[in-house]
Structures are given as C-alpha cells and as structure tokens.
T-cell receptor
Framework: AQSVAQPEDQVNVAEGNPLTVKCTYS??????LFWYVQYPNRGLQFLLKYITGDNLVKGSYGFEAEFNKSQTSFHLKKPSALVSDSALYFC????????????FGTGTRLLVSP | SAVISQKPSRDICQRGTSLTIQCQVDSQVTMMFWYRQQPGQSLTLIAT?????????ESGFVIDKFPISRPNLTFSTLTVSNMSPEDSSIYLCSVSRGQKQETQYFGPGTRLLVL
C-alpha cells in the first residue's frame, strides 16, 4: 500500500525567501505524485504533478517540485515566497498502473511573514 | 481542469438527522469521488462513484451511513445519515482527469457541523 509523509506540521519563511515543503512517499511500484494547496474555507486546488519524464516539474503560482526516486521524495519549492502563499499544502501519491486511490499526507501549514 | 460546485457550502445540523450534499461538474466525467476532511486532519477517501454502478466504499465507510447516488455523468450526491457530532467535517467531491485519469480536481467542499 502507498503512503505519504510530510514531516513538518508547519513551515515558517519570510517573504522573498525561498521555501521548501517536504514530502516523502512509499509505494510498491512507480508513483504518480501531486501537490495540492488549501486556502482557508476553500477546497483543494491542484498545484502540480509528476507523472513521468523530467524530475523537475513546474506548476501554478511559481511553484515547482523535484522528484527524487533514490530518496523517494517530492519536495515542493518556490524561489521567492509571497505572503499570499500562506496556506495548507498536501502531498499525495498514487500508483501509475490504471486508476489507483489517491493517498494524502497529513498536510503542512506554510506561514509566510511580511 | 474542471469546474466543480457543491451544495450546500455549509450547514449546521442536529444529531440524528441526515444531510444530502450535491456535487455538479461542468462536463461529463467517468469517475467521481467523495472525501472527508475531519477538523485539522488530512483527506480520507469515502467512496468512488461511477455512473451506472454501485459506489465502491473504502474500509471504515458503509453504504447505510453514506449512501451515494450517481444518476448521470455530471452529478453525484452523498448523504450523511443519522448524523452525530463525530460527522462534523468538510466533505469534498472530486473528479479525475488526465490521460490516465490520474489527476483529481476538487470541489469547494461542504462544511458540516453536527450539534
């Protein structure tokens, strides 16, 4: 069975600084990996995904993530944080063999201070 | 992506009652999903709803408690039956898109409080 770990409950960063939100995964095959963001009182918004190909994937709002197979990681990054990036971020994984259940991590709250 | 709406956006209900949540998609989709997000928690899949077949429930969720309808390719409902305060959660529907139906897009959620 697949699982996702987000080791940090909260990440604090100053506006303009780079940010990283960590995610590691465990699957028995090749993974599909996703990042979603949840703003207060809102649903989940899709940010980006890794399916195959380049290990560095770019998504919405200037976010990117790097797939590292040897470390089984898919960390979310942004070169310069904005206060408006403050939200709850979820990493998720599924297997790439037909439809597989999407399994979510516990979420990381990102706080960007002015 | 997909444009997904849910009704109601929020509700406050008394224990023992039932609430039906609607999910509407702007285009036809094969697979729809219902999730629960308990306060301060991550998302947990309740069931997968395919048009023309019975919903498939995840471990810990049963049809008597969470009956689901999927009458066509753009609409689904989830009913939370005989509610208790433990059912207070955000309920989200999602649809899958992409070449292999690998990417899920979510509705805005229904925030439920049971007193």
């Amino acid at each position: 069975a697949q699982s996702v770990a987000q080791p940090e409950d909260q990440v604090n960063v100053a506006e303009g600084n780079p940010l990283t939100v960590k995610c590691t995964y465990s699957v028995s095959g090749n993974p599909y990996l996703f990042w979603y963001v949840q703003y207060p009182n809102r649903g989940l918004q899709f940010l980006l995904k890794y399916i195959t190909g380049d290990n560095l994937v770019k998504g919405s709002y200037g976010f990117e993530a790097e797939f590292n197979k040897s470390q089984t990681s898919f960390h979310l990054k942004k070169p310069s944080a904005l206060v408006s990036d403050s939200a709850l971020y979820f990493c998720a994984v599924s297997l790439n063999t037909g439809f597989q259940k999407l399994v979510f991590g516990t979420g990381t709250r990102l706080l960007v201070s002015p | 992506s997909a444009v997904i709406s849910q009704k109601p956006s929020r509700d406050i209900c008394q224990r023992g009652t039932s609430l039906t949540i609607q999910c509407q998609v702007d285009s036809q989709v094969t697979m729809m999903f219902w999730y629960r997000q308990q306060p301060g928690q991550s998302l947990t899949l309740i069931a997968t709803a395919n048009q023309g077949s019975e919903a498939t429930y995840e471990s810990g969720f049963v049809i008597d408690k969470f009956p689901i309808s999927r009458p066509n390719l753009t609409f689904s409902t989830l009913t939370v039956s005989n509610m208790s305060p433990e059912d207070s959660s955000i309920y989200l529907c999602s649809v899958s898109r992409g070449q292999k139906q690998e990417t899920q897009y979510f509705g805005p959620g229904t925030r439920l409080l049971v007193l």
